[in-house]
């Protein structure tokens, strides 16, 4: 990963101002990173769930049970559970589906978990390298008022 | 300016204050007041926008609803395939019976089992009321902009003129 901005510019020879408008900055990044976050966490556990209901709902066993049928957020039918041809329909974003099997569709939400996991992780390490870099911009910023308090006391 | 003190939803019109001479004090006090109000308005403003942006939502949805109803009306003594969200990606294949009976999903963990022509008029009825808020709410938020205006421009008058009072006392 390329070196960031802040540590090609001198950190002393920048006053206090500035260094409290950098603090600023780097904690509003750490923000966005953090939603960006929770929002990856979020999408991963739907695609736990995805798994799971994959894995417990499309059998044979169930096949003919009475289920409600959901036709909208608010209408449900009665209905039977059909089986055909042990498939289902995966929504795989941009407008596109596509029918796979159970087990081709547990496959493919693991991946989808897979990814999110590493990218989670990703942001975890990019969130601590800037709390790294708030904590030293903070601590040239007491040093400095350490130093002008002196020479103002002089 | 409307001669009538509140529209139709209580919401108290804003004067336009007309002034010949102010002394300093009495104008300090104008300003206040002036902000006062337009600090009620705007929060008035922010809490119609809020259901506009829910009513916005839930329009659609009550027309997908009604429109479905409606198709079940028409296949009533068939059994349909269908394909039914299982999930927020996966979808699976279901047929739905025969049937002269709907379930709504009223909110607050509430279902209720209606005929099919009962659900109709329900659902017809929650899309007239949900149209007839919002035009309402969209009429408020014009006359909320108008009042706030209103009090923008007062206080730019008073406000010029203690600028006019300080000049002549120097």
Redesign the interface.
């Given at each position: 990963m390329s070196t960031p901005e802040t540590q090609s510019i001198d950190l002393t020879k920048l006053s206090i101002e500035q260094l409290s408008e950098l603090v600023k900055q780097l904690n509003s990044e750490i923000d966005y990173l953090a939603t960006s976050s929770a929002q990856l966490s979020q999408a991963l556990t739907?695609?736990t769930?995805?798994i799971s209901?994959?894995k417990n709902?499309?059998k044979d066993e169930n096949n003919g049970k009475e289920?409600?049928?959901?036709?909208?957020?608010?209408?449900?039918?009665?209905?039977?559970?059909?089986?055909?041809d042990n498939?289902?329909?995966?929504?795989?974003g941009t407008g596109y589906?596509v029918e796979k099997t159970a087990e081709e569709?547990a496959v493919y939400y693991e991946g989808k978990c897979e990814y999110l996991r590493k990218s989670i992780g990703g942001l975890e390490g990019a969130i601590d390298a800037k709390n790294a870099q708030v904590r030293a911009v903070q601590q040239i910023t007491q040093e400095k008022f350490m130093k002008e308090r002196k020479t103002a006391a002089k | 300016m409307d001669s009538s003190n509140t529209n139709g939803r209580g919401i108290p019109a804003a004067e336009f204050y007309e002034f010949k001479e102010l002394s300093l004090e009495e104008a300090e006090k104008q300003l206040t007041r002036f902000q006062e109000f337009i600090a009620k308005y705007r929060f008035m403003e922010t809490s119609i926008v809020r259901r506009v942006a829910g009513l916005d939502e839930k329009l659609p949805e009550i027309e997908k609803t009604l429109q479905t109803v409606t198709f079940l009306e028409a296949e009533q003594d068939e059994n349909l395939d269908v394909l039914y969200e299982l999930d927020d990606t996966l979808y699976a294949n279901a047929q739905v019976t025969a049937s002269n009976t709907v379930c709504l999903w009223l909110g607050a963990n509430v279902m209720l089992e209606y005929p099919v022509a009962e659900a109709k008029t329900l659902l017809t009825s929650k899309l007239e009321a949900a149209k007839e808020t919002l035009k309402t709410c969209k009429e408020d938020l014009e006359f909320l902009r108008a009042q706030i205006t209103t009090m923008e421009v007062n206080t730019a008058r008073v406000y010029n003129h203690t600028v006019e009072l300080k000049r002549r006392q120097k």
């Open positions: 739907k695609f769930e995805c209901c994959v709902v499309v289920i409600l049928v959901p036709l909208t957020a608010s209408l449900y039918v009665p209905g039977r559970f059909k089986l055909k498939k289902v329909l995966v929504d795989i589906f569709a | -």
